[in-house]
């Protein structure tokens, strides 16, 4: 017997004959005796319906009406899902964020889970009752609805599943599990049986979308075993939940748990990139105050940055990259300040990706940024800026080149299957 | 300064522009200086939409999950009004059932108010902040949201005007006040400007739909004025309130409040009414106990009846009145009883209409039944049944009379306009 936290997103609950299939995936696992809880999305189109109208009503809304609004369609996912499982004969009831509760901090809109009392969901989990708890919301330190932000619900199921000592949380989505690289980009990505955190966390902020950053962050924390599985898959067709064996989809875990790590596991890439360049910048102390003072002050997050040496000992260039949608922001605020930088010209960009390879081996393993340079010179691929962290190299490349870079890295690192 | 609550149906705020109308309305009334507490349905259809999920989920549905789908609806028409008068400039906040709370019986799906804490809230008013409440919901003692079944946000007006003291409670609907009697029957029907409590209750429930029966109730048991009026007035054409003068709509009240009353205020009709009757039943005791105890155990609300004088000294008929949607179930009923009561033939119709004359005046005036039976008769119309109580004469007739009976009555009281 175990306890398990089960995820559905919005796609996966958008009417009732979904609805239903999703109770026939909790189904499965009560039938063998397991403890569930089941963490809901609202129904597709819903929650962006209701953020239509709090616009509508009002273009600066009070983001605690706003959550007001919001958070109701989660609600109706929950009781329906609910008398969905009743109706199959399973015990169920429904939990509201506050109901729970499932406190968080006063940022409506975007609040951060603080604590989860588990002990009432704990006692009844063990009476053998599903408890069906509405995803993204919370009850704020005003005792007022609060929502997550985007994505919350995986979030809220990662914190559950901590504060009910659950032995998994398993995330259904519309994939059946984390890919070395996106499988419409590579035919021979393969599915990954198991990632650690630290990648998924990088996986995830830089393009991966198959989990929040948020939730595996939670995760991590909490050593809550993650499992990315599928929801379409007919659910009755599915074995039962047998924690001594691999699960169907990806297990993001501790990397401990994972027996045969590769050096890289995944490679990621994100188009939502913009490279701003200026041209014969003044090569002298507090320049870059004078650039990036201003951007963080506009809060432009400023990823990639880099400054060529000075050629002549008086002038240089420099490149960073900000968010797409901040590039007409970024620069009218480096326009604004043109007088402190003193630069010739000023350049924006938005024909670049951001291609990223991944791997906790990299720790210990040297010559990985290398390997990817020269795989990429073999392509003939010229690199416009590079970052690395402990585990992720990423490097800047033009936008047309997206498919082969990545073809070619998925090679070079042997992440090719069958 | 006066304290008001005002109530706003489903159609008022059926959507963005409609809430705005409705933020008018409310603006109008602070403007001039007023406390005001507003109570909100769901937009139009979105109950109906829910209420129908609930059933496609599962037939036999969880009332407990059902009135957490379906009390959705008027939070989210909180939220947007809330938004809505913020972005006028009004200071507003919306208050869900289990945030005020609103505590209720335990009875899900139809719950009564047990009471409300109306301190913070008044608390807020005096500081000048619009309350925007969520009508229709509660918290029952089981810490889980209720509803007060169909017209509940009336009550939850009602309720709130009682908890925070409110001078008036002014229920905004598609008509302009209480009539005589329905207009689209009789052109010269008359809007009053008052009537009482009693009068009111009898109307709502033979049959005028403009205000519910509980909230009626609730008004007279804790003596809250209420105000029947339209909201689809322009909302700023329309003067604010002014406690020293009548208002526009129709005024229900105690009747020591009521200057000029008429013997008879007006005339109601329910097409709801199927008439059952037993041929040739034996006239012994305990025959009609036989007959109403299954009824009676079966939950059907058995209204008028009548028994002729048995012609014979061995045999009688007994004609009786049930709600129409129940006849089916009570011809069934009937007939597997028809052993113990022995009866001849069994006859059900639903061709039949009841109209009522309701008047506090009949009290102390004697002959109004028989002014009744004298109009009726003149105009050809044969009564089938007749029950009365204190304030009100109700007779069954054929309902193809209809019209012509009521527009009888109507002249024959003497309550025709101009």
């Known amino acids: 017997m175990a306890r398990l936290v089960m995820k559905f997103g919005g796609t996966s609950v958008a009417d009732i004959e979904r609805i239903r299939n999703v109770a026939l995936h909790v189904k499965r696992e009560t039938d063998a005796g397991h403890e569930v809880v089941v963490v809901v999305s609202a129904m597709a189109g819903t929650t962006n319906q209701l953020i239509n109208w709090t616009r509508e009503a009002a273009t600066i809304h009070d983001a605690r009406e706003y959550d007001v609004v919001v958070a109701s369609g989660e609600q109706v996912t929950a009781g329906l899902l609910a008398i969905t499982l009743q109706g199959m004969g399973i ?41 069906v708890v509405a995803g993204f919301q919370g009850i704020g330190p005003d005792r007022r609805i ?20 659950a032995d998994r949380c ?5 994939v059946n599990g984390v890919y070395t690289t996106d499988p419409r980009i590579v035919a021979k990505a ?36 993650l499992q990315v599985r599928s929801s379409f898959d007919e659910p009755q067709s599915l074995a039962p939940t047998d924690m001594s064996q691999v699960g169907p989809g990806t297990l993001v875990c501790d990397e401990d748990e994972i027996m045969e ?10 188009k939502d990139e913009a490279k ?29 940055i880099v400054q060529n040496v ?37 350049v924006g960009s938005q024909d670049v990706v951001k291609v990223s390879v991944i791997g906790v081996g990299m720790r210990s393993h040297a010559g990985v940024a290398a390997q990817m340079f020269k795989a990429l010179a073999e392509k003939g691929i010229n690199i416009q800026a590079i970052t690395t962290s402990e585990i992720k190299v990423s490097i800047l490349i033009d936008a047309a080149y997206t498919e082969l870079a990545i073809r070619a890295l998925h090679t070079a690192y042997g992440l090719d299957g069958d």
């Open 276 to 304: 701003v360049t200026l041209i014969k910048v003044a090569d002298k102390p507090g320049v870059a105050a004078n650039i990036f003072g201003p951007l963080a002050d506009a809060s432009i997050n400023v990823d990639m």
């Open 261 to 270: 790590q590769q050096i890289v596991s995944g490679i990621a890439y994100s």
């Open 190 to 225: 393969r599915k990954l049986d198991r990632v650690s955190y630290e990648e998924m966390l990088e996986m995830a902020s830089l393009g991966a979308k198959v989990l929040q950053t948020r939730s595996v962050e939670t995760a991590m924390i909490h050593g809550v075993q």
């Open 310 to 346: 000075s050629d002549d000992g008086t002038h240089t260039d420099l490149t960073f990259t900000v968010p797409n949608d901040d590039l007409p922001r970024a620069l009218k605020v480096i326009e604004a300040a043109k007088d402190e930088i003193a630069y010739r010209d000023l």
């Open 91 to 131: 015990a169920a009831r429904s939990w509201l964020g506050w109901q729970l509760p499932l406190n968080t901090d006063e940022v409506h809109g975007s609040a951060r889970i603080t604590s989860i009392e588990g002990d009432d969901l704990m006692d009844r989990l063990s009476q053998g009752q599903v408890a």
């Open 146 to 165: 609060t929502t997550l932000g985007r994505g919350g619900s995986d979030t809220s199921a990662v914190a559950l599943a901590a504060a009910v000592h």
């Open 170 to 174: 398993d995330i259904y989505t519309d």
